[in-house]
């Protein structure tokens, strides 16, 4: 045990002896050693709590002396001795982290007092040290906590997101579903939505228009026209014309869509090309009469898909299609008044490669 031991490293007999008599009759145990190298060497056998330094050693530095014990031991409780000469020394020595001094010669009641004082400061500083060390501990793990936590909700989140995008895909899978039964009532073709999609994504590559937007052009070809949901099937499969009370039902298809997705916001940027697949570059489509590049860039491009598809199927009023090149001329004929010229250009590039 530190608690009780003194280590005194001074070059006069005298005051070793002195030391020695008083500590020891107060139950501490006393080593001496009459050199620098001797103290160090007594250190490792002794471990004491408490080192006597006399400042005017000769075969090592005391500044160094001190640094050493401390490095041992930063609890080190150390007492320098010196005669009064040597002041600055003592300072010095004080800043390096020394505990107290004592001044030549020495006192019997002074070096009693000083020791158990420096004893008292060691035990402070060993509990600090404790402490601190405690409150290290206790961070270190509420850091590996923290950490833990962070990955957790990590994972949670990439759950959730996996989650989310899931339930995203299967309101996708129902609402195309369900576009499709549609899509079935009013075309002579299942695949028209199919068609409508595939030739929008190859004028809006032609086009350079970025993946995110090809793929809401994509999920508006298929969904576009959700909105006959609520038109009769006699009104849709009508062979002969439509009345104005028909096409005015008919004309509500794409903003009633686009009620119908209101509610799925992540389909924000499809549902606006949904609502506006019927206006005309003219500003004489409908439902609000858009005109130019007012009109979503996607329904502009879905237009002129949508109407080609629709002009090379069969309809219930024309049981045969127009040819390819019939459908590319009247395309271009309307191009500037029904049709974004720039989507026609665009068309007229990749139509070739329309089965
Ligand atoms: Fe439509």
Known sequence: MSEQKVLVIDSDEASCALIKTVLT???FQVAVAMSARLGLQFYEENTP???????????????YLVREFHHKDDAMAIILMSYAETANLVQESLALGATDYLYKPLKS??????????????RFVVNNSRSLKGIEERNISLQKQNLLLARRIEESTKNLTRLYEDLKETYMRTIKT???????????????????????ELIARQMNVDAAYIADISDACQLHDLGKIGVHDN?????????DEEFTQIKQHAEKGAQILEPLKFLEGVIDIVKHHHERWDGKGYPDGLKGEEIPLGARIMSVADSYDAMVSARPYRKVGLT??????????????QFDPKVVEAFLKVVESFA
Do not use: C
């Open 235 to 243: 009104v849709l499969s009508k062979p002969s014309a439509l009345t």
């Open 178 to 200: 369900l576009a499709h039964a549609i899509d079935a009532r009013d075309h002579y073709t299942f695949s028209h939505s199919d068609n409508v999609t595939r030739y929008a």
């Open 109 to 122: 009641e002074e070096v009693y007092f000083k020791t158990k004082q420096a004893f008292e400061i060691r």
């Open 324 to 337: 390819k090149q019939e459908a590319v001329a009247e395309i271009k004929k309307n191009s500037g008044s």
């Open 25 to 27: 009759a107060r139950g």
């Open 49 to 63: 709590g408490v080192v006597f330094i006399d400042m005017s050693l000769k075969d090592l530095d005391v500044r």
